[in-house]
């Protein structure tokens, strides 16, 4: 019989105690920040705030758990969504920028066209690029039915590419000059000695048949020499189309002939656009 009995004594202290705190609220109410229980109030205040804090540090970051809890799949979902923007920007940059670089070689297509004054030419498009160790071709997307025929030349913007080497109604391949079977004739630029340019796959192309005696300099132009010898032989490739620029020379004064090499104009891995030369080269 006990815990009814204490029951009965805690729910009295409890409403004496609030039945205090009433009647002393409204004392202190009436009577202002002047009344005799303004100091234990502000003694009480001080005590408690302290108290307060302590228990404000400890329950909010909890509060605060429990709140992103609630908010975690919204956040997740606000994250998907900002990263799939995000995505989307990086590919319209990417574009805008591969389109920009097009735009730019197909300018540059026009202005060589135009270079190459009364000489029919006509644009296509790179489909194909398929260099390996046996063959260093690529294919184009013109062909028989667009007036494609053999050894006909294709350029590039940056220069001289190779020459056709098949042809079907839709498209032809294009056999590089950086192939080993490639010979095209070239001309040094500054002292208009001629020579053989010849392909080496993967490494520079070499220039041969130039006299030991000829000056030649690292970073000097070759472009190619148009020729034409009625009844023997002529040249595949317009004048002047630029091959590429020395890059080594190696003279043997027991050699007739300097060894040159020459780096490409072209950058045949991400050729898209070229120009195919319709008549004959010579020039």
Do not use: C
Not at 98 to 120: F, K, N, T, V, Y
Not at 126 to 143: H, K, L, Q, Y
Not at 184 to 193: E, I
Not at 247 to 275: C, G, H, N, Q, Y
Request: net charge negative.
């Amino acid at each position: 019989m006990a815990l009814p009995s204490r029951a009965r004594s805690a729910r009295l202290l409890v409403v004496t105690l609030v039945s205090v705190s009433l009647v002393t609220i409204t004392i202190d109410y009436r009577q202002g920040d002047t009344g005799p229980l303004a100091a234990i109030g502000n003694t009480a205040l001080t005590v408690i705030s302290p108290l307060q804090e302590a228990v404000s540090k400890v329950t909010k970051p909890v509060g605060n758990f429990f709140s992103t809890l609630v908010r975690l799949p919204s956040i997740r979902n606000d994250n998907r969504e900002l990263r799939a923007r995000v995505d989307e920007l990086e590919s319209e940059i990417a574009t805008s920028s591969h389109d920009s670089a097009r735009l730019a070689e197909l300018e540059a297509l026009l202005g060589l066209r135009e270079s190459l004054d009364d000489i029919p030419t006509t644009g296509a498009l790179v489909i194909a690029n398929g260099p390996s160790n046996f063959e260093w071709t690529i294919t184009i997307d013109r062909g028989s039915s667009d007036g494609i025929a053999l050894d006909m030349p294709v350029v590039a913007a940056a220069g001289l590419v190779g020459r056709v080497t098949r042809v079907t109604s839709a498209s032809s391949v294009v056999q590089l000059i950086i192939d080993p079977d490639s010979f095209v004739a070239g001309r040094l630029d500054v002292s208009r000695t001629t020579g053989l340019v010849s392909g080496e796959g993967e490494n520079d192309l070499r220039m041969s048949v130039v006299s030991a005696e000829t000056e030649v300099v690292p970073g000097e132009q070759v472009v190619t020499a148009g020729y034409k010898i009625p009844g023997i032989a002529e040249s595949v490739f317009p004048s002047g189309i630029l091959i590429g620029s020395v890059s080594r020379v190696l003279s043997d004064e027991a050699e007739l002939e300097k060894f040159i090499t020459i780096r490409p104009a072209v950058d045949f891995s991400s050729l898209d656009a070229v120009l195919v030369v319709l008549s004959d080269g010579s020039g």
